[in-house]
């Protein structure tokens, strides 16, 4: 059955937090999201949250300068009224240090997540992500001349 009002909107909302929490490498914003005893499997990496944020800070620095990670197209399926399982489409964009002569990485992935209410709080109890494209590519040789003009401080 398809899920909407309240538990999809709080769904929804786990699955944002994840984003700007990785792509913010906000670490303690990305464990919030899933229950302390949950298994993710990256491919890269199985295991449970703290590992995953562990994996992802040592993964991401120096690599990538930045990431971004947008969020689509989540369709979310009762199981029970505590069960609540989803597959969100993810394209995530990572890219160098400017002049680092590092490579752009493009993926897009699903994220088939089985979310459980537990203490009246939607997380992820289980995540597997399924990699249908990952393009690794040169970045340009130059910066945007106007890249400056857009650049802002944290608020």
């Known amino acids: 059955m398809t899920v909407t009002g ?6 929804r909302a786990v699955l944002h ?3 700007r929490g990785v792509d913010d ?14 298994v993710d499997d990256h491919g890269v990496y199985v295991g449970d ?10 993964h991401l620095a120096g690599v990538y300068d930045g990431t971004l990670h ?3 197209g989540s369709d979310l399926r009762r199981v029970d009224d505590t069960t609540i399982d989803s597959s969100t489409l993810c394209l995530a ?11 752009h990485l493009v993926m ?3 994220y088939d997540d089985r979310f459980e209410r537990r203490d009246d709080a939607w ?3 289980r995540r597997t992500v399924r990699v249908h494209m990952a393009e690794e590519f040169d970045a340009a040789s130059e910066v945007w001349p106007l890249l400056d003009r857009f650049r802002r401080s944290e608020p």
């Open 17 to 19: 937090d994840y984003a």
């Open 70 to 72: 947008v969020m689509t």
């Open 6 to 11: 309240p538990d999809a909107d709080a769904i």
């Open 93 to 103: 964009l990572h890219w160098p240090p400017a002049g680092s002569g590092g490579r």
């Open 25 to 38: 490498r906000d670490w303690k914003r990305v464990e919030r999201c899933y229950h302390a005893d949950a």
């Open 108 to 110: 897009v992935a699903d």
């Open 123 to 125: 997380r992820i109890a």
């Open 49 to 58: 949250p703290a590992g995953l944020v562990a994996h992802f800070d040592e």
